[in-house]
C-alpha cells in the first residue's frame, strides 16, 4: 500500500508553500507554548512544532534544487520552438538521466505512446504531445490507458508541453494512474541533470 498525502493536509500545504512559512508556524507554535502552558509542560508543547520543522527542512531542500524561474521560462519557450524529434530527443535524455532505459515507440506518428520507459523492471509509457491545442481532453488520455493495457505497462505518463489538460481529462488520468506532466513539471523534468 502507497501512502499518499492528502492535497488539503496542513503538511501538503506547507510543502508547496514557501519553506520559511514553516519556520514562522514553529516560532508561532513555541511562543504559545511558552505564553499559554506551565513552565513544566512548555518543551512538551513546543516540541508540538516538530513535524512542521521537519517539514519545512524538506520543503527548503525541495526549493533549493528547484530549477531558476527565469531557466524554467526560458526551456518553455525552447520546447515550443523545437520540432518534434528534438523535443522526443530532450524528452528521452531526461529519463535516460534520471536512470530510465527508454524505448522510442514511434517516429511522432499518431500512436498512443512514444515511449516506453523501463526502470527495475516496472514498464512506464509515455505520450508526449506538443499540440498547440488550448485544451487537451480526456481522448488521448483513453488512448494511452489502452495502450498501457495492451503493453501491461504498470504507469503512464502524458506529456502535454503546450496548452493545458481540462479538469475531465485530469481527473481521468487520476483515476486511471496516469501522471500528467505539463508546463512549468515539463520545463524541470528536462533541466535536470
Not at 39 to 52: H, M, R
Not at 117 to 134: C, Q
Request: with cysteine; glycine share 8%.
Amino acid at each position: 500500500m502507497k501512502f499518499k498525502m492528502a492535497e488539503k493536509s496542513l503538511f501538503a500545504m506547507l510543502l508547496r508553500s514557501p519553506w520559511w512559512i514553516s519556520f514562522v508556524v514553529v516560532g508561532v507554535i513555541v511562543l504559545a507554548a511558552g505564553a499559554l502552558l506551565p513552565k513544566e509542560y512548555f518543551v512538551v508543547g513546543a516540541l508540538a512544532g516538530f513535524p512542521i520543522f521537519v517539514v519545512g527542512c524538506i520543503a527548503a531542500w525541495k526549493q533549493l534544487r528547484a530549477p531558476n524561474p527565469a531557466k524554467v521560462a526560458e526551456m518553455l519557450g525552447a520546447v515550443a520552438s523545437m520540432p518534434w524529434r528534438s523535443f522526443a530527443d530532450t524528452l528521452a535524455t531526461a529519463w535516460e538521466r534520471a536512470g530510465y532505459t527508454v524505448e522510442r515507440l514511434n517516429a511522432g506518428g499518431n500512436n498512443a505512446a512514444d515511449m516506453r520507459l523501463t526502470l527495475s523492471g516496472k514498464t512506464t509509457l509515455v505520450s508526449a504531445k506538443r499540440w498547440k491545442a488550448a485544451t487537451h481532453g480526456v481522448e488521448p488520455l483513453r488512448e494511452l490507458q489502452a495502450a498501457m493495457a495492451a503493453a501491461d505497462a504498470s504507469a503512464g505518463v502524458y506529456v502535454a508541453a503546450l496548452g493545458q489538460v481540462s479538469d475531465n481529462a485530469r481527473i481521468y488520468a487520476r483515476d486511471h494512474g496516469i501522471v500528467v506532466l505539463q508546463g512549468d513539471a515539463v520545463a524541470q523534468l528536462l533541466l535536470k541533470g
